[in-house]
């Protein structure tokens, strides 16, 4: 063979950065995957972050990587973003936009890991589990304090009903609750079909014994649960946030339990995260988890297979769906 013949193009492989922890079922394709190098560096500092990213054609996060304008400005040849979950306000859209660059979600691998996760805080929160247990640690044996109401029976107020709210729109029927629920696209047919009722956002919450919400969070949805609202609802209401941290104005949901207007709430997100040491951990009605909705084997698994399908398809040529 001549020299001549052997001559390849040189074909670069494209690089891959992972910037949080992925599952390693989903990272085993795109190590297998042809033309693809990875780089894994999670717990990146900002300047770490812009340096790393620099070279990188593609890139995956979770929600811990805020990949903010300066980010996308700071990389040279990157070309796709790829979210390990559902919700994309981590990533400046806008930006990635301008620069022509695709940003990809799994919208639907953890879908039942939150739901179970907001019914879990929902029974927690009826039954104040989180306070028994800690006052069990204390060396207590105080039965009286935790008593709890039933969710049978109760009316459920379920705010966006898209994948999560519809999931767990099923399982609170399971309960025996009844469910009435407020979304732009909810017919009355489909709530006929799944057995409950749909009505409007001001029917929702003044109807509620607990509401939950599950919408994403935009500029329609921000502060959707307000001091106004609060006013609204039912005395004794219960609250669950395992969607976005500011659909519910923290302030007014203090001031609305520290009154008594609000029984209590079960939040796994807030406005800016982490959030050790917020003021409504304080609150002894108030229970919470550091956003763990998704944080499951299962959906993580499944949520980094899909998101690193979609990276591979898209280096390879492919098309692929924008969220
Ligand atoms: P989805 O897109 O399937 O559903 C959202 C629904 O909200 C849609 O049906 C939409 O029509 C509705 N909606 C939009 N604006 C509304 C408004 N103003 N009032 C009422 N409804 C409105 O999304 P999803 O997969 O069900 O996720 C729901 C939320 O949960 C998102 O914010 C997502 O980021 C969050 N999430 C959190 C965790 C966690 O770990 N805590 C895990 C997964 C998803
Ligand atoms: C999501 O939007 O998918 C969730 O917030 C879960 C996560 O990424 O941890």
Aim: with cysteine; glycine share 10%.
């Amino acid at each position: 063979m001549s020299a001549i013949a052997e001559a390849k193009p040189e074909t670069k492989n494209a690089v891959l950065l992972i910037t949080d922890p992925l599952s390693e079922d989903g990272l085993q394709p795109l190590r297998a995957a042809e033309g693809i190098e990875l780089d894994i560096c999670t717990g990146l500092t900002r300047e770490e972050l812009l340096g790393a990213v620099k070279t990188a054609d593609a890139l995956i996060v979770r929600s811990g990587t805020q990949v903010t304008r300066e980010v996308i400005e700071a990389a040279d040849s990157l070309k796709i973003i790829g979210r390990a979950g559902v919700g994309v306000d981590n990533i400046d859209l806008e930006a990635a936009t301008e620069r022509g660059i695709i940003v990809v979600n799994a919208p639907d691998g953890n879908t039942n890991s939150a739901a179970e996760h907001t019914i879990a805080m929902m029974t927690s929160l009826a039954r104040n589990i989180p306070q028994a247990h800690r006052s069990l640690l204390e060396g207590k044996w105080d039965r009286k304090a935790f008593v709890g109401v039933e969710l049978k029976d109760k009316t459920l107020g379920i705010v966006g009903l898209g994948r999560i709210g519809a999931e767990v729109a099923r399982r609170a029927k399971g309960q025996r609750m009844n469910v009435i629920a407020f979304d732009p696209f909810l017919t009355e047919e489909r709530a006929k079909e799944m057995g409950i009722s749909a009505g409007t956002f001001e029917e929702v919450i003044r109807a509620a014994d607990f509401i939950t919400v599950h919408t994403p969070l935009m500029k329609e949805t921000r502060h959707l649960l307000n001091a106004g609202a609060f006013e609204k609802m039912k005395d004794g209401v219960r609250i669950v946030n395992c969607a976005r941290g500011g659909i519910i104005d923290e302030g007014a949901l203090y001031e609305a339990v520290k009154a008594g207007k609000v029984a209590g709430a079960a939040l796994d997100v807030m406005e800016s995260e982490p959030f050790t040491g917020h003021r409504l951990l304080e609150l002894p009605q108030v229970i919470a988890t550091p956003h763990l909705g998704a944080s499951t084997i299962e959906a993580q698994e499944s949520v980094a297979i899909d998101v690193g399908r979609d990276v591979i398809r898209f280096l390879s040529g492919e098309p692929v769906k924008n969220p």
